[in-house]
């Protein structure tokens, strides 16, 4: 059955304003399973899903296999020091010997771009990419819209502006996407060597000053500095980072209350963000994580052929379960 987001979710680029508003509403019921006593609903029992992860992570992936299972799916988790990948097989004998196994789905975090694209050409199961290089990470622009949406109200409109290494963020990449498609503005700040250059065909406001960036915005995205994908020569010191481009208490001094800071995580506290931010009123940097697991669930729904507006009703159990 194709579903209605079609066979895989490799990007935000891929999908209509609709589909994006889709996976949101049909998170929302979907948010409840996670505060009872007993999380767990029947929607996907009997769906074996392979969460294939060739790159570190700590909150997609747990996030991912939490979503996993309260939906009762049956999860396997690989990752690249335990598995074959460390002796020379490649990512697509893997994924056919999973799929020799009868897998439903796989959950796909690899370091380069493009690689569940690839994926999901060359194996029938629904890929879900759970961040590829510096190409996308839907999931996590999906999450961050959600955490947007709750405290706002509202995507359309705002003002957002994503600080610092777009250059290397497929954070970045799929937030621009989503956020543009829900018609907000957009606007990104970093170091000239830490922009993609002409970034502003995409349609985004380029601030130099995080200063101007601040007072601009409705709600910044705060991003790490992606020291694993940088060669060399990006920035002087991390030490100068902060002093230029850091979201401190002090430069958040005059702006409103109801600013947001978002962070995708992990923080490298006292370099892109104090902790008195993290930690401060105007952030809703745990709340994504939460809204991270019923966002995941969201995406497993559909992807397996679930109806959105269904959603209510499947996580009840009973006739809930998807085909
Ligand atoms: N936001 C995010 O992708 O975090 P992890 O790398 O810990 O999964």
New binding site residues.
């Given amino acids: 059955m194709v579903s209605s987001l079609g066979k895989d979710l490799v990007g935000i680029e891929d999908l209509t304003a609709q589909q994006i508003l889709s996976i949101l509403n049909t998170a929302e019921p979907f948010k409840e399973i996670s505060e009872r006593r007993i999380k767990k609903v029947p929607v996907l029992r009997g769906k074996t899903i392979v969460n294939l992860f060739l790159e570190?992570?700590?909150?997609?992936?747990i996030s991912f296999e939490f979503a996993e299972k309260r939906l009762s799916a049956d999860t396997v988790n690989i990752n690249a020091t335990g598995s074959s990948v460390v002796k020379g097989e490649t990512l697509v004998d893997t994924a056919r010997n999973l799929e020799a196994m009868r897998i439903d789905m796989v959950v796909i975090r690899h370091g380069s771009s493009g690689a569940a694209r690839f994926l999901a050409e060359r194996i029938p199961s629904n890929v879900i990419n759970a961040?590829d290089g510096a190409h996308e990470?839907p999931t996590?622009a999906l999450l961050d819209l959600l955490t947007i949406r709750d405290q706002k109200g509202k995507i359309e409109g705002l003002k957002v502006c994503i600080i610092g290494d777009i250059l290397h963020s497929r954070v970045a990449r799929s937030n621009i996407f989503g956020l543009l498609k829900l018609d907000a503005e957009v606007g990104v700040c970093g170091p000239m060597t830490l922009l993609p250059q002409g970034i502003e065909v995409l349609g985004v406001k380029v601030f130099r000053r995080v200063e101007e960036a601040i007072e601009w915005a409705d709600v910044l995205n705060v991003l790490r500095l992606q020291l694993e994908r940088m060669k060399s020569g990006f920035i002087p010191s991390l030490r100068e980072y902060n002093r230029f481009y850091g979201v401190s208490t002090a430069r958040l001094e005059r702006a409103p209350r109801d600013l947001l800071v978002l962070h995708?995580?992990?923080m490298n506290r006292g370099v892109e963000i104090d902790s008195a931010v993290a930690d401060g009123p105007h952030s809703v940097i745990l709340k994504q994580v939460t809204n991270g697991v019923a966002i995941r669930m969201a995406v497993l729904y559909l992807l397996a052929g679930g109806a959105p507006e269904l959603a209510e009703a499947a996580k009840q159990g009973g006739e809930g379960e998807v085909p």
Avoid: E
């Fill in positions: 570190p992570s700590t909150r997609t992936r961040g990470h996590q995708p995580g992990p």
